[in-house]
């Protein structure tokens, strides 16, 4: 196994509401593509902090790789809205972004 993710799997261990290490993982799994993994760790996210905001472009873009693409679009949505909470243009834009990507597919 990979030692990074090793790594991160003990500091969730020590503390399952460690969102940073979790979305993390997250990645570490999409890197590896590990699509699956990384879809199930986005979701953790979410659950543990639904207002971690820079979960939702990487977990959309899981979601796209799926082929899950209804829900990739309500992911970045989703996002978009937290986005807008937090106002934050940089990140509502690239979630924007990524939804005209997602409907030139």
């Not at 990074?4 to 890197?31: C, H, M």
């Not at 949505?77 to 997602?102: C, F, H, P, W, Y």
Request: aromatic letters at 10%; hydrophobic letters at 45%.
């Amino acid at each position: 196994m990979n030692s990074r993710i090793e790594q991160l799997l003990e500091f969730i261990a020590d503390d399952p509401k460690d969102v940073f290490s979790t979305y993390a993982l997250g990645l570490e799994y999409w890197n590896l593509n590990q699509l699956e993994e990384a879809k199930t760790t986005f979701l953790k996210v979410l659950e543990i902090d639904a207002n971690y905001l820079a979960v939702y472009y990487h977990f959309g873009k899981v979601l796209q790789a799926l082929g899950e693409l209804e829900a990739a679009h309500q992911c970045f949505i989703d996002g978009i809205e937290v986005a807008k909470s937090q106002n934050n243009t940089k990140t509502r834009a690239e979630l924007m972004t990524a939804i005209d990507e997602l409907e030139d597919l």
